[in-house]
């Protein structure tokens, strides 16, 4: 889980970047030179942290339920014994 915090707390210039390097990389284009292709960059760099926090925050609810009712499971169980 720490993993998947850590990633949520990616600023939007630090994607931006990455994936504009990793663009530039295979494709020998720095969108960082086009205004459009920056802004059309970041728009979807903010699209993509807000869907993993969403992820994130869906993954840490599904946990404390399960959670939740395993400690239920096990204190019913200690009791029949």
Do not use: P
């Not at 990633?7 to 994936?19: F, G």
């Not at 086009?34 to 609810?61: F, G, M, S």
């Amino acid at each position: 889980m720490a993993i998947l915090t850590s990633a949520v707390t990616i600023s939007i210039k630090k994607l931006i970047d990455y994936i504009a390097n990793e663009f530039q990389r295979a494709e020998g284009i720095d969108l960082r030179k086009d205004k459009q292709a920056l802004q059309r960059l970041t728009e979807a760099a903010e699209k993509a942290k807000i869907e993993l926090y969403e992820t994130v925050t869906q993954a840490r609810n599904q946990f404390a339920v399960y959670y939740r009712n395993a400690q239920e499971r096990s204190e019913t169980l200690g009791s029949d014994l």
